[in-house]
């Protein structure tokens, strides 16, 4: 059957398994990720664990420290592309996972949606799955 679909956007460094995450940043989102997978049965759930977000589009009342941040993490693109997602690719992503996903599994990614650590999509699963998008 159909039914309605859940992104949650977690992030990179998120755990579900007990121990893993040192930070509690880490340990809530990782909580948060498995209940949403485990205790919901009437949601296709979803999870994305995005890194480093890069601005598409800059965006003017964005505070200081913010922009500051959008050229570290285009140097960070340089060197470590797989840490660095556009907001673009993020939003792609999260829409094809609603739009195929509404069974409860997504052609190609079957796993995701479940809990445990390997259900969850991370930068580069969000980008390969953003480039089947139609509005790429």
Same mark, same amino acid.
């Given at each position: 059957? /159909?039914? !309605?679909? !859940?992104?949650?956007?977690?992030?990179?460094?998120?755990?579900?398994?007990?121990?893993?995450?040192?930070?509690?940043?880490?340990?809530? *989102?990782?909580?948060?990720? *498995?209940?949403?997978?485990?205790?919901?049965?009437?949601?296709?759930?979803?999870?994305?664990?995005?890194?480093? #977000?890069?601005? /598409?589009?800059? #965006?003017?009342?964005?505070? !200081?420290?913010?922009?500051?941040?959008?050229? #570290?993490? *285009?140097?960070?693109?340089l060197v470590a592309p797989s840490m660095v997602i556009t907001t673009e690719q993020l939003?792609?992503?999260?829409? $094809?996972?609603?739009?195929?996903?509404? /069974?409860?599994?997504?052609?190609?990614?079957e796993g995701k949606g479940k809990p445990g650590d390997k259900g969850v999509f991370d930068?580069? $699963? #969000? *980008?390969?799955?953003a480039k089947t998008s139609p509005l790429s």
């Amino acid at each position: 059957g /159909t039914r !309605f679909v !859940f992104n949650y956007l977690s992030g990179h460094g998120a755990w579900q398994e007990d121990g893993k995450a040192s930070q509690m940043f880490g340990r809530v *989102k990782g909580q948060a990720e *498995k209940a949403l997978a485990s205790n919901f049965p009437s949601l296709a759930t979803y999870n994305f664990r995005p890194a480093g #977000i890069l601005p /598409t589009r800059p #965006i003017p009342e964005a505070s !200081f420290l913010y922009r500051c941040g959008t050229p #570290i993490m *285009k140097a960070i693109r340089l060197v470590a592309p797989s840490m660095v997602i556009t907001t673009e690719q993020l939003a792609r992503g999260m829409i $094809e996972a609603a739009l195929q996903g509404s /069974t409860g599994s997504i052609p190609g990614w079957e796993g995701k949606g479940k809990p445990g650590d390997k259900g969850v999509f991370d930068n580069e $699963e #969000i *980008k390969v799955l953003a480039k089947t998008s139609p509005l790429s």
